[in-house]
């Protein structure tokens, strides 16, 4: 898989696109388009607005969140909250309980393992 910047772009935009239809339809966005597979993970470009969830959820794999615009409310089992920004990542652990909450809409790269 070879992109350039921009492919990463037309993604972007077709990601946000994707995102504003759902939002308009009265749902919080939470779309994803898949990149491919590279060396045991699945990348996608997602976009997402609102909550994901109401309460953290478990997830299997572990996960790379970068975020490319906007910005992200990550809240663990505990209830800490951790925010991220453009251009920042952070990494969740399988196995932990996590929810996302995306006050605007934001594009970001998310990245698992396979499993």
């Known amino acids: 898989m ?10 972007k935009k077709k990601a946000r696109k994707l995102a504003a239809a759902r939002v308009l339809a009265g749902d919080s966005a939470d779309v994803c388009l898949d ?48 925010n991220v920004s453009q251009g920042e990542s952070i990494i969740l652990s399988g196995g932990k309980e996590y929810r996302l909450v995306f006050p605007q809409l934001a594009i970001y790269l998310r990245v698992e393992a396979e499993g």
Not at 2 to 11: F, I, P, S
Not at 39 to 52: D, F, I, K, S
């Open 2 to 11: 070879q992109l350039n910047v921009t492919d990463v772009e037309e993604l």
């Open 35 to 82: 990149l491919g597979q590279l060396r045991g993970c699945q990348a996608r470009m997602a976009a997402g607005y609102g909550p994901l969830s109401r309460e953290p959820e478990p997830i299997s794999r572990d996960r790379l969140i970068w975020i490319l615009d906007g910005y992200a409310e990550i809240q663990d089992a505990t209830g800490e909250v951790t």
